[in-house]
């Protein structure tokens, strides 16, 4: 295993989940199923894991056809753009 790469991912998934959409659904269905919060625990991280699943999936077989630099152009294209359309939606 690469420990490196490991961590670098690590770093920068969860550095980019706090405070997202997902970890928000998390707080509210903790806040209120009180006496659920191991399986509010259990199924939000099987269902990480299963959307971080179809991603390594996707991006191996992407990266089989794509030059990865073209993929992460593309990536930052697309967060741009959504955080683009989240300002103007926001300003109207």
Not at 45 to 58: D, E, F, Q, Y
């Amino acid at each position: 295993m690469d420990w490196r790469t490991a961590g670098i991912v690590f770093a920068t998934v969860f550095v980019a989940e706090l405070g997202d959409k997902t970890q928000l659904a998390t707080v509210l269905f903790s806040a209120n199923r009180p006496g659920s919060r191991v399986a509010v625990f259990l199924a939000a991280s099987a269902a990480l894991i299963v959307a971080c699943a179809i991603g390594v999936l996707a991006g191996s077989v992407l990266g089989r056809y794509v030059n990865p630099r073209h993929l992460t152009l593309i990536a930052g294209v697309g967060f741009i753009a959504i955080g683009a359309w989240t300002v103007w939606s926001a300003l109207r």
